[in-house]
């Protein structure tokens, strides 16, 4: 995973609720079996509208997506995360996200950043308003900065610090797999097994 | 202080705690499908590891596989290679695998319970949302990203963020002609489709524990769709008698060790849940949803909303999108509202009870003209239990489709999908937008409502089915 430390770029102000993972990349994308190439699935049926805010001219190029609430909703699909990733985005900003998106996006990078409505917002009308706007979102500050705002975020204490230094949780858990061992021994002998019954 | 039922089973399954880190937690359950795996799979090889516990871990195919033709080979290129791709993983990883043609191939949350290997107090993980329907069991069950599959495979743990507790307590009694589903339903609609973020719920009351395990299994099914992080119902005599048998439920000595174990699975007396809801079961009526989120939901016998009737500005825009997307008017009753498809299956409702119910009310009468209706039972076992009754004969002689298991129509990566701006009143779970085919609009359903709506080509309960006749609207 690469680092995330801080972040500053334009934004797409996306003013909807209830974005669910099937309208981030629909499920005839998930046939693919790699990690990248989901770019043109992102919000697929939604771009098929001139009008839609992501096919405005002066939003290519915009890395930071601000949203409305529950964000993410609904299947477990971690393509949704490789979508937002191929397409540019480095992070997303709401005041709520569905617990496995969020899981998936900060497994991988993509930095989901939670605040409070009022504040979401402000940076949805000021990067409605102007396209140029620049949103940071700084993980080292665990702040987001634009102009006129300054809002500090919450995030998991080790989380944070997995991101900020890009590492990849399988080898942390390995430096502990003697635990798994012990565990594994006093597991119950009636604990069930997936080896075919004869 | 005394523990909740999901405190108890977390618990049981710490591997590591340390100050500062999440908890490292033991995962008793594996379950694999086509669509999530293959990235996941690819990290493995990559890394060079391997997967650590193949006796944990089971696979099958249900997402992409046909339900006509499933002889043949799979017209869909790309549906067979991921296909093909889960295949060849499974055989270089040692991984157990149901694919297609396969006796106990289906859905992998209807797969995992008939096989008798959900048990109480187990952790259950899936790379698919609806990992919550094991749940019913008293297992700590959810679902997972790529990432975290690969996770599972390499390490059988998961590190996991602490969660907090919600109780669902439904008192009374079910109505007759009020189902599980319409239970569910209406739980999400009164909570909201983040109402349960962050929670694991459990579901209590002397209505879930009247309920069956196929009834509870819809329950907890739906709990994702509240935002939650699983749902849970704590394991009784139902549920031993419904695992008892099983291809791997505990024998023997191992059994009563296991049931003496069950047993002790249960909220104490003194557990505080950080929230609680409570429902009068007696007051539910059928419920289907008129909206793009399964938390935009009412009584059969009410009408289409005003969006202007919604206080909150972000539920008001997300109205009146959802009733442009599903092309209704605010003021419409909902039993005017036409259909063009009726699906009975998924990991909802495509269990054998769920076929019986739609069974029921089909059984001498006949689909609408101009209505297409599939039946796609959620595995071969189900398949074969309901041709063994003569399930399926009511079903064709009703003039609706008795396909092969799978996911079929619940999310359209198979042919069985939605024409744009056709209508579907669908026994699953989703109702999103393009969910069951591109411009598709969905209404979730009980089986029941399901297959009264077929008859009578609009939403229906089976209280209008008075007589063979459509009634008046
Ligand atoms: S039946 Fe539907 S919800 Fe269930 S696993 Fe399949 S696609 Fe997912």
Redesign the pocket.
Known sequence: MEKFTTHTGRAVPLRRSNVDTDQIIPAHWLKKVTRSGFEGGLFEAWRKDPEFILNQPERSGATVLVTGPEFGTG?SREHAVWALQNYGFQAVISSRFADIFRGNSLKNGLLTVVLPAETVERILALTEADPSAEVTVDLEAREVRAEGIAASFELDENVRWRLLNGLDDISITLQNADDITVFEQTRPTFKPRTLPVL | MGRTLAEKVWDDHVVRRAEGEPDLLYIDLHLL?EVTSPQAFDGLRLAGRTVRRTDLTIATE??NTPTLDIDKPIADPVSKVQLETLRRNAAEFGVRIHSLGDVEQG???VVGPQLGLTQPGTTVVCG???TS?HGAFGALAFGIGTSQVEHVLATQTLPLAPFRTMAITVEGELPEGVTAKDLILAIITRIGTGGGQGYVLEYRGSAIRGLSMEARMTIC?MSIEAGARAGMIAPDRTTFDYLQGRPHAPQGADWDAAVAYWETLVTDEDAVFDAEVVIDASELTPFVTWGTNPGQGAPLGASVPDPASFEDPQERVAAENALKYMGLQAGTPLREVKVDAVFV????N?RIEDLRAAAAVLDGRQVADGVRMLVVP?SVRVALQAVEEGLDKVFTAAGAEWRHA???M??G?NPDQLAPGERCAST???NFEGRQGKGGRTHLVSPQVAAATAVLGRLAAPVDLSSNVAVEV
């Open positions: 299947s | 499908h249900d997402h859905v992998v949350h698919d949302s609806h329907t099914n299956g998924s990991c909802t495509g959620g799978g996911c079929s619940c999310l990566m699953s779970n989703r």
